[in-house]
C-alpha cells in the first residue's frame, strides 16, 4: 500500500496537469495573408482602367466555381519537408460554364497539383513567397493550365486562402 499511494499520487497530479493545461489553452492565432500585398493609392491610380463595354444590369459576367478541396503542398529543403502550404482556389469562368467546371476538375486538380510542385521545387514558396512577382508567375502557370484543360471559358485563377506553416 505504501509503494501504491506515491503512483498513484503522482497520476492523478499528472492528470490533473493535463487538464488544466487544455482547458486554459490559448485559441489558436488565425493568420490571414493578402496575396496582394498593401497597394498605396498613388499606384491604383497610376494606369487608367480599361475601356470596357456597358453591362446591362443584372446580366452575369462571370460565374465562380470552387475547387473542392485545398491544395497541400509541401515545401523540401536539404531532402526533408520543412514546410506545408495549404491553398484554395477558386475559378472565374464565363456564364454557363459551370457544369463544364465539375465534370473536369479531376484533371484541373491534377494539373494544377503538378504546377504548385513545380512551384515549390524552384522555391517560389521560400523566404518572401508572398511577394507579388512570385504570386503573379504562379497565378499565370495556373491560368495556362486551366485554358488548356477547359478552353476558354477561364476567365481567371483566384487564389482565395494561403497559408504556410513551418514544420
Not at 47 to 54: C, D, K, T, V
Not at 104 to 116: K, M
Amino acid at each position: 500500500m505504501g509503494k501504491i499511494l506515491p503512483i498513484l499520487l503522482a497520476l492523478i497530479g499528472l492528470g490533473g496537469g493535463v487538464g488544466a493545461g487544455l482547458m486554459l489553452r490559448p485559441e489558436p492565432e488565425v493568420v490571414e495573408i493578402n496575396p496582394c500585398g498593401d497597394i498605396g493609392a498613388d499606384v491604383m491610380h497610376a494606369a487608367a482602367p480599361p475601356e470596357e463595354e456597358p453591362v446591362e444590369e443584372g446580366e452575369p459576367t462571370s460565374d465562380f466555381v470552387k475547387m473542392n478541396n485545398q491544395f497541400v503542398v509541401p515545401v523540401v529543403s536539404e531532402g526533408q519537408v520543412s514546410a506545408l502550404v495549404v491553398m484554395s482556389l477558386n475559378l472565374e469562368v464565363k456564364p454557363g460554364s459551370t457544369e463544364e467546371f465539375y465534370q473536369r476538375e479531376p484533371r484541373l486538380r491534377s494539373e494544377f497539383l503538378d504546377v504548385l510542385f513545380a512551384h515549390s521545387n524552384i522555391g517560389g514558396f521560400d523566404g518572401v513567397f508572398t511577394d507579388s512577382t512570385k504570386l503573379n508567375s504562379l497565378r499565370k502557370a495556373l491560368k495556362e493550365v486551366a485554358v488548356k484543360t477547359m478552353g476558354n471559358s477561364v476567365i481567371d485563377v483566384l487564389i482565395t486562402d494561403f497559408v504556410r506553416q513551418d514544420i
